[in-house]
């Protein structure tokens, strides 16, 4: 048995509930660690230079989270990743990133003095800076400490830290327009953000840009970084948004199930069903035990199928 990913589901059943006000830290692998029970988890990597994060959590656990990774060393935060903006993953931007300082450049010696009171760095795509900010003059969402102070469009971003290549490669109109999955190459993890999830169904959230054909390619694209180790669990390890520590045959698996609903929805749709009609077609009948979810059911996927479906007519 695979003792990372017991501990992991373990702490996510409903009898261990007691224990999900607390924090925990799994060592994953290289210099990698997750985090879980600060709301969304949260990927910690640790080295010589400092302490780099995907992700905060949710706002009232931000001083916990602080605690558990001084824990893990008495490094300083240098950056933070978001990959989306949604609350339970930056949440905990702002008193975060202040705990943090910036890297500066090679003709400065050490911190940039007063400066680094701004903090450690903070990066996304551009649409979590918009959905974080207020860009139409409407009032923010969140402070402005915890806006990302790096962006990038498309394609994808790269960080060179602890000795680690990262890329950050954006997802297009995935879960949401503005989702990025982080992949640590030397220790071999990938932090996927709510691209996937072991909690339930996939959020496909429609009002913020998100569709079901983007969230299908996103996990394709985890597929392609992931590779299994021989016969074994193990290889390539990915942290999913929410729920356990996982590997590519969960990824896999969940991919699938995707896949098979959207083709189903489809299907019905060429036939002219409705909606409605659609709902009551028992679609997901075979995963509703084991991921249909009081906060997300599964009238509310097919719903959220259907819909991303019918706007790409």
């Known amino acids: 048995m695979n003792w990372k990913r017991f501990v992991v589901t373990w702490l996510a059943l409903p009898g261990a509930s007691i224990f999900a006000q607390e924090l925990h830290v799994l060592p994953v692998q290289g210099n990698v660690y997750m985090l879980v029970g600060a709301g969304a988890n949260i990927t910690v990597q640790i080295g010589s230079q400092g302490i780099l994060l995907v992700d905060t959590g949710s706002a009232e656990s931000s001083e916990k989270v602080l ?4 824990k893990l060393s008495k490094g300083r935060l240098r950056f933070i990743i978001n990959t989306s903006a949604d609350a339970d993953h930056t949440g905990g931007n702002p ?3 202040k705990a943090g300082v910036t890297i500066t450049g090679a003709n400065v010696v050490g911190n940039i003095g007063s400066s680094a009171r701004e903090g450690a760095a ?3 795509h551009e649409n979590v800076l918009k959905r974080l900010s207020a860009p139409t003059g409407a009032k923010a969402v969140m402070p402005f400490d915890g806006w990302p102070t790096e962006t990038y469009v498309k394609g994808q971003d790269e960080v060179y830290f602890n000795d680690e ?3 950050i490669i954006y997802q297009p109109s995935a879960h949401t327009d503005g989702d990025s999955i982080v992949y640590f190459r030397r220790s071999d993890v990938i932090s996927a953000g709510d691209l996937f999830l072991t909690t339930g169904y996939p959020v496909i959230n429609l009002e913020r840009g998100g569709s079901v054909q983007g969230l299908i390619a996103g996990l394709n694209r985890i597929l392609e970084l992931a590779i299994p180790k021989h016969d074994e669990e193990g290889g390539t390890y990915v942290i999913p948004g ?3 520590l996982c590997d590519e045959a969960d990824v896999v698996e969940y991919r699938d199930m995707v896949t098979i609903v959207r083709d189903r929805v489809q299907n019905l749709i060429k ?3 409705t909606l409605e009609q659609i709902k009551a077609a028992g679609l997901t009948r075979d995963y509703d035990p084991r991921y249909e979810t009081p906060a997300y059911t599964k009238d509310m996927f097919v719903e959220a ?4 479906l019918r706007s790409e007519r």
């Open 95 to 97: 008193v975060i990133r």
């Open 305 to 308: 199928v259907y819909k991303s």
């Open 165 to 167: 290549s990262l890329q």
């Open 242 to 244: 929410h729920g356990r």
């Open 67 to 70: 605690a558990e990774i001084g």
């Open 271 to 273: 036939k002219g069903m």
């Open 122 to 124: 903070l990066i996304a």
